[in-house]
């Protein structure tokens, strides 16, 4: 009778043990960290907003894009256009340059140089240069400077807004992922990290999801900033350096 007793209190705890392992190894599956899960279990402000963050970060790598390619444009344009047009104006041939200047269209420096050379070239070659030609040319490099300006900024301001805002969206997303997570604590009645683990997973995914968006769009931003500076620097100098040469040709 000892020896039976025994037995069934070992089988009882095999039996116990065997089932607890199988809770252990099932557990996992029902709270699956995989993001299709997650998004299977949110709900419709957090998927909302995870659906806003993917389009801020598809606009954002459209804007990347297309300014790295203007100002590689720009760049390449302008290294080239510099010494040709210096000659063209050297040997004091106003048509020569402007012709120069149209061939090479997207470079910052040839838009900004071909509005003074043809506000100079409208007053006519007959007589001296005047002072008042001087002028107008000056204030025709200046209004293109500025339009220059802003097509280099163009879509900045949006790539700025999507880096300060994308956190504070993705993580507006966690703040009513958690409270849907206690939520359901409170309705099932159920205390314990594991009863809001799997609510609190999904909350965070899109605070996460804020950041990826937020950070290359600040970084981007910054270093496109630098760039238009680097730009509008060499436009003053290349300016100031044209009107030079408007007045070394009055004094001839």
Known sequence: MIL?????????HVVSHFSFSLA??????????????MWGHMSWIPKGIVIL???????????????????SAARSQSREFAPKVAGALKNGNLDEAIKIADR??????????TSGLQEFRSFGSGGGVTGEQIESSKRALERSEAIVHSKLKRGLGGLATIGSTAPFIGLLGTV?????????????????????AGGISEALV???????????AVMCFNYFTNKVEAFDVEMDNSSSELVDYFIKQSHL
């Open 53 to 71: 963050l993917f389009i801020m970060s598809i606009w954002s790598l459209a804007v990347i894009i297309d300014r790295a390619l203007y100002f």
């Open 4 to 12: 039976a007793h025994i037995a069934n209190a070992a089988s009882a």
């Open 176 to 196: 009513i992922g958690i409270l849907n997570a206690f939520q359901q604590i409170a309705t099932s009645k159920t205390s314990g990290i594991g009863a809001v």
């Open 24 to 37: 252990l190894f099932q557990e996992p599956a029902a709270n699956s960290f995989s993001l299709v899960d």
């Open 104 to 113: 090479t269209k997207k470079s910052h420096l040839a838009e900004v140089v």
């Open 206 to 216: 899109t605070t996460a999801f804020g950041l990826v968006v937020a950070i290359p």
